[in-house]
C-alpha cells in the first residue's frame, strides 16, 4: 500500500510561485494526482499523471505543471503565476485505476494535506 506525504505549502502573494511535492512510499500505483479543497467546498482535481501521462484541469492550464520523478517516487506541482482563488488545502492522492485522472472518486489513497494561501 502506498503512503504520501505532502510538502510545499505555504503563503505568497499573488503572482508569485510554489513548487509543491508528495513523497510516495510503497509500490507506486499507475495514477497519482493532485487536488485542492476550500472549507465548505468540492474537491476538485488540478492535475494528474497516469501511467506517464499527464493532464490538466482548466485551472491549472498555462499556469501549472505536474511533474514524476519515478526514481525518488516523488510527485511535483509547479504553481506559476499564483491567483487569491487558489488558495486551498491540496492533496496528493493515488489511484490504481489506469485512467482515474481528475476523478478523486477513483482515487484509494490520500496525503494529509498541504495549506496553499495567496494573498492579493
Known amino acids: 500500500q502506498v503512503h504520501l506525504v505532502e510538502s510545499g505549502g505555504g503563503s505568497v502573494q499573488a503572482g508569485g510561485s510554489l513548487t509543491l511535492s508528495c513523497a510516495a512510499s510503497?509500490?507506486?500505483?499507475?495514477?497519482m494526482g493532485w487536488f485542492r479543497q476550500v472549507p465548505g467546498k468540492e474537491r476538485e482535481g488540478v492535475a494528474a499523471?497516469?501511467?506517464?501521462?499527464?493532464n490538466e484541469s482548466n485551472v491549472a492550464r498555462g499556469r501549472f505543471r505536474i511533474s514524476q520523478d519515478k526514481a525518488t517516487k516523488t510527485l511535483s506541482l509547479q504553481m506559476n503565476n499564483l491567483k487569491p482563488e487558489d488558495t486551498a488545502i491540496y492533496y496528493c492522492?493515488?489511484?490504481?485505476?489506469?485512467?482515474?485522472?481528475?476523478?478523486?472518486?477513483?482515487?484509494?489513497?490520500w496525503g494529509q494535506g498541504t495549506q496553499v494561501t495567496v494573498y492579493a
Open positions: 499523471i497516469c501511467s506517464g501521462n499527464p
Open positions: 492522492g493515488a489511484s490504481l485505476h489506469l485512467w482515474a485522472y481528475l476523478r478523486d472518486d477513483l482515487y484509494e489513497t
Open positions: 510503497g509500490d507506486i500505483p499507475e495514477c
